[in-house]
């Protein structure tokens, strides 16, 4: 909550409200920190305000825009709540509040409010964890007043809530000092917006790394899915005591843990055994950190991971306590020093450092031995090699390169474990505590990344991911608004051959949701990382859903997406393929790539591909009859085609044979 005390360039006008109140002189009006000064307000729109105030007093408020008076007044619990009408972009304005005390909020803009969410590449800021390409400048360069800035503090909740968890106390302008830790992809995507238009832009930053869609997407519409029913009414019964919540999962725990450990290859009699340091590790394998252990010989791994490591520490060491530094691990560790627990973390984006006691410091060999679990997506010791290192005073070792590790158990061994209660993995949580509460607010629209951690489940996702657009449109009460999303980045080693790819068919997931209407999507396979999932160019996504925004909902008339399979004609050994949004199609660096094909076997084979009359006809020697085309058609797909506007053709296939994430839950 806050409270913003009159200024004395104010005195007239609040003397003016005070005398228009009916009340006495002894109430304060409290709002959410989420209306604030410094606020956008939707323009040409009716948008809400509500907060607190004494019990039956009535609140009177001012808009300076339109001098228009309003009221409300407040119930027997002390809420209250009004809707304004707000002007055309412009400002800046205040409003003035008073239940007898005045409250005023100063420097409102009226401008155009988007929604940002989803996961980590939603989230990843401008420097902090995330560091852009080119950080320094770019936060150095954001001066940029006219575009505000709300952060939601990543909080889950059981039950809808009506405010929302913000930092800094509210609304703060764009500037080198508040936009460091601000979403790049929303960052970029509003200066691009306001260079254009030089209109005021409102950001809401809602994201939260490594979620699932289900988290975000309202328990009233989930519960039509059979595959989230349960859990949803499961949610919907937890107590509101938190403490309540806690012993339910205290108990849960224990009984999973239990099992996990007897399921774990690296304890014995319920006890660590692969943390001692005298074990045969000879048959353990070779990692090189920092990595993703998911681009290092665990494709696709999901579980428990024991990793080890010597170090050789000198004699003017012992006797001494001793740090060490691993960096950032996802997502949670427990780690030991010659056989004793140092230290434990849950969370991937947290830096490791844990004190050495000089107990456990010995001269010459000393191990290291990091247990290393990941529910979902990436996983591994994944920070930067600088981060990795013991340290006694100003002498480091370094603690990255070679490591052995051993699978200690999978997830897919284990029976599904409880979620946390403060987890945000959970069906409605996200959407409980960082959307509900906007939803009383008018916004623009919604610009959304998210994917990777529902890419197991890619299938589903044809009907989840549709189903939390229609759900928050249905929740906000306001229409179709604008829905834009990116598809997927690759990310991981590319295929030698043609294969299946559970992300290839997420971003398919998302290439259908463009049925939905006032839907647009920007294409990312060519600007990834096949080393770092949270890869460095940001700038190009946000610039890509801009031109989606410019296009359809500020009514630019150039080109937004780049191509979109359209039809493919079989010609005799050859397949024709049409494209919307092809115009001049081109292929980017050499001849063009990415296409595969395959005959009535349906085995794919690597296809030559040309483009003639701005279509693409492919065909391979090994497919004489050719029936069926795939583009682009894995995690990290080497694919070039684009068309004249430089904009990358999505991903997709002419098949439908059964989808490798069919079925999974």
Request: net charge neutral; glycine share 8%; charged share 20%.
């Amino acid at each position: 909550m806050h409270k913003v005390l009159i200024t004395a360039q104010r005195l007239m006008a609040a003397s003016a409200l005070i005398l228009f109140s009916t009340e006495g002189s002894s109430a304060k009006v409290i709002l959410p920190d989420m209306l604030s000064s410094n606020m956008v307000l939707q323009q040409k729109a009716q948008t809400r305000l509500w907060g607190k105030a004494a019990v039956n007093k009535t609140v009177m408020i001012i808009t300076s825009w339109n001098k228009k008076k309003y009221s409300a007044k407040a119930d027997a619990n002390g809420d209250w709540k009004i809707k304004i009408s707000t002007p055309v972009a412009g400002g800046p304005y205040t409003i003035d509040l008073s239940d007898g005390e005045l409250l005023t909020l100063n420097n409102i803009l009226i401008g155009e409010v988007w929604m940002c969410s989803g996961q980590s590449n939603m989230e990843m800021p401008l420097a902090g964890w995330g560091k852009v390409n080119n950080y320094e400048q770019e936060v150095a360069n954001a001066n940029y007043p006219e575009i505000r800035l709300l952060q939601v503090k990543r909080i889950p909740s059981s039950f809808p809530l009506t405010e929302a968890n913000v930092t800094d106390g509210g609304w703060q302008p764009c500037s080198p000092q508040s936009v460091p830790d601000f979403s790049s992809v929303a960052y970029f995507f509003a200066r691009k917006i306001y260079q254009e238009k030089h209109i005021p832009i409102g950001l809401i930053n809602s994201t939260w790394g490594g979620t699932v869609a289900e988290a975000w997407t309202g328990g009233e519409s989930l519960k039509t899915m059979s595959d989230f029913a349960t859990a949803t009414t499961k949610i919907e019964h937890l107590p509101h005591d938190p403490a309540l919540q806690r012993q339910q999962f205290q108990q849960q725990s224990a009984k999973f843990d239990s099992i996990r450990i007897s399921k774990d290859a690296g304890y014995k009699n319920g006890k660590p055994y692969f943390t001692r340091p005298d074990i045969d590790v000879s048959d353990w394998k070779i990692m090189n950190l920092p990595t993703y252990w998911e681009v290092a010989g665990l494709p696709d791994f999901d579980g428990i991971v024991w990793f080890r490591k010597k170090i050789t520490i000198p004699q003017t060491w012992v006797g001494h306590d001793i740090t060490l530094n691993l960096g950032t691990i996802n997502d949670d560790d427990v780690t030991f020093f010659n056989g004793t627990e140092v230290g434990k973390t849950n969370g991937w984006s947290k830096v490791r450092t844990y004190a050495i006691p000089a107990a456990l410091v010995k001269e010459g060999d000393n191990t290291i031995v990091v247990r290393v679990n990941d529910g979902n997506g990436s996983g591994g010791i994944y920070g930067k090699p600088e981060g990795m290192f013991a340290a006694y005073a100003a002498e480091k070792i370094d603690l990255s390169g070679q490591w052995v590790y051993k699978v200690g158990v999978s997830k897919s061994e284990l029976p599904e474990g409880p979620t946390p209660i403060d987890g945000p993995n959970r069906t409605t949580v996200l959407y409980n505590a960082m959307i509900n509460p906007f939803t009383q607010i008018a916004i623009k629209g919604v610009i959304w990344y998210q994917g990777e951690t529902n890419s197991d489940r890619a299938y589903q996702y044809r009907t989840l991911f549709p189903l939390l657009i229609t759900d928050w449109r249905k929740r906000w009460g306001i229409g179709d608004f604008p829905f834009y999303f990116v598809q997927l980045a690759n990310w991981t080693p590319s295929k030698i051959t043609p294969a299946e790819s559970a992300w290839a068919e997420l971003r398919e997931a998302q290439l259908k949701t463009l049925a939905l209407p006032n839907t647009g999507m920007a294409v990312t396979v060519d600007v990834g990382d096949e080393k770092n999932i949270h890869y460095k160019n940001k700038q190009e996504v946000g610039r890509r859903l801009a031109l989606v925004a410019l296009a359809k909902s500020y009514g630019d008339t150039t080109e937004y997406s780049g191509p979109l399979f359209k039809a493919a004609q079989v010609e005799a050994n050859q397949v024709r393929i049409s494209f919307s949004h092809g115009n001049g199609l081109k292929a980017a660096n050499g001849d063009l790539k990415g296409f595969a094909i395959a005959g009535n076997d349906k085995k794919y084979y690597w296809a030559t591909a040309k483009i003639e009359n701005n279509q693409v006809v492919v065909s391979a020697p090994e497919v004489p009859q050719p029936l069926f085309v795939r583009y682009a058609w894995d995690t990290n797909p080497v694919c070039n085609l684009y068309n004249a506007s430089g904009l990358p053709a999505s991903p997709f296939r002419t098949d439908d044979f059964p989808a490798i994430t069919f079925g999974k839950r």
